[in-house]
């Protein structure tokens, strides 16, 4: 099988990584990659999003399959795409169409899939610049703090947690008025503020059947102890321990099988990755977000603790035969901590050299935001490397992906040194 993996992050390293080790993998290609990527695959110099070049690509090396990792190409339609075209109609893809993945880039669109289907989620009403008086009224009436975001794709900063009635209609007008996320702001969601611990799951499916993955905990603040500004995410763990039998089969009845069953009922074909955020609240699940693909930094848990050929769960999630394999995973803990930049998430620094990785023994490498400059690795993003550490215990899996943080080594290196702790007190 000759595969093209469309990304360039944590995650994207991770599949490729994980593919080169099946066999049935031939050539493995990834479209622009990192320098990590280009240790176990080739990269093609070419945008996510430039669907043309990739179908040039892919019929110049025989690409029997493509794996969507960003959610952008996904949301832009790249399978209506590759449908469209009769020369590419035989080329498996993972990740669903663009009405699919309006599961992710429409809020209000998954709002609404929500409440048809019966999913549990937080309360919420959807105003435009022509109902901005009623949505200013509508949050007079609310307890605070209040969730507003913006409908749609905003790089993961179209979320804002009001604490006050003042931020959140200055807010309202800003994202409305304003166009504070340009278009992606031209809906916005408001919705009610659940208390409880996040967990994301992730499910894989072939539009008729689903495999569950391993869970995993994100930690998205750039600071220790959930502080300060959001990130794409500076770590994670996985299993969770409060994913216990109990609220999975909760989560498996109430979230991932209506969810399953509604997109067939709305005649979405969707074959690809659902990750579902979730809040346990008070033991119960609510859906927070859904997203089509996988996560990133998640998936440098997930992956390595699935013991199945992945790229036979690739194919047969393309072609509808989900049932026919068989998901066999870890019960080692993986956990791991990403490198940033200096300044990340705001204006961060490039080109910084980087250093030590020779060193690491203990720990996974993957690449997120790095590329070759001459013979040297240089960082090229915010988010640079995730460093996961395995073992039997939490405690001596998160001292690996740690050991590995402090080991590699660039100027302005930021990194969490509390990913998984609180999990540990958990468990
Ligand atoms: P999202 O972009 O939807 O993942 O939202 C970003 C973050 O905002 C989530 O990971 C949660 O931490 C938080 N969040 C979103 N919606 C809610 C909600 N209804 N209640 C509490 N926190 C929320
Ligand atoms: N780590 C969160 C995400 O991938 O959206």
């Known amino acids: 099988m000759n595969t093209l993996i469309l990304g360039s992050g944590g995650r994207e390293h991770t599949f490729a990584w994980k593919i080169a080790q099946s066999p049935l993998c031939n050539k493995l290609f990834v479209a622009p990659g990192n320098a990590g990527t280009a240790q176990v695959a080739t990269n093609l110099s070419i945008g996510y999003n430039d669907f043309e070049k990739i179908a040039e690509a892919v019929l110049a090396n025989d690409i029997d399959l493509v794996i969507v990792g960003p959610e952008e190409p996904l949301v832009k339609g790249v399978r209506d795409f590759f449908q469209s075209r009769e020369e590419l109609q035989h080329v498996l893809m993972v990740g669903p169409d663009a009405h699919g993945a309006m599961l992710e880039g429409s809020k ?3 709002k609404n899939f929500m409440l048809k289907y019966g999913i549990p989620t937080a309360a919420s009403q959807t105003f435009t610049k022509d109902t901005l008086q009623e949505g200013l009224q509508y949050l007079d009436n609310q307890r605070l703090p209040i969730v507003l975001k913006a409908d749609g794709l905003a790089a993961g900063k179209g979320v804002i947690i009001a604490q006050s009635l003042d931020e959140a209609k200055t807010a309202l007008s800003e994202m409305l008025i304003d166009a504070k996320f340009g278009d992606a702001s031209s809906k916005v969601v408001i919705e009610e503020f659940l208390t409880g611990i996040e967990l994301s799951v992730f499910v894989l499916t072939d539009g008729k059947n689903y495999k569950i993955l391993p869970e ?13 500004l959001n990130t794409g995410g500076m770590g994670a763990v996985s299993p969770v321990p409060f994913a216990n039998e109990k609220f999975m089969k909760s989560v498996e009845e109430q979230v ?20 579902i955020g979730l809040m346990n609240h008070e033991g119960e699940p609510y859906v927070i977000e859904y997203n089509a693909r996988m996560g990133d930094p998640e998936t440098e848990v997930v992956f390595p603790r699935i013991e199945s050929d992945i790229l036979a769960l690739m194919i047969a999630t393309a072609k509808g035969e989900l049932s026919d394999i068989e998901l066999v995973v870890s019960k080692q803990h993986a956990v791991t901590t990403m490198i940033v930049a200096g300044g990340y998430p705001e204006d ?8 030590g990785y020779d060193s690491v023994k203990d720990a996974l490498i993957f690449h997120a935001g790095t590329k070759h400059e001459g013979s040297m690795v240089v960082t090229n993003g915010g988010r640079v490397m995730a460093l996961t550490g395995m073992s039997n215990t939490l405690e001596r899996a998160i001292q690996k992906s740690q050991k590995a943080a402090q080991q590699i080594l660039f100027d302005g290196k930021n990194y969490r040194k509390d990913i998984g702790l609180d999990v540990l007190r958990y468990s």
């Open 108 to 110: 209000d669109f998954s």
């Open 216 to 228: 995993a905990k994100d930690y998205k603040r750039i600071g220790e102890g959930d502080q300060g």
């Open 256 to 275: 991932i099988i209506p969810t399953v069953e509604g997109l067939k009922k709305e005649g979405i074909n969707y074959n690809g990755f659902i990750f």
């Open 348 to 355: 961060y620094r490039k080109g910084d050299v980087i250093v």
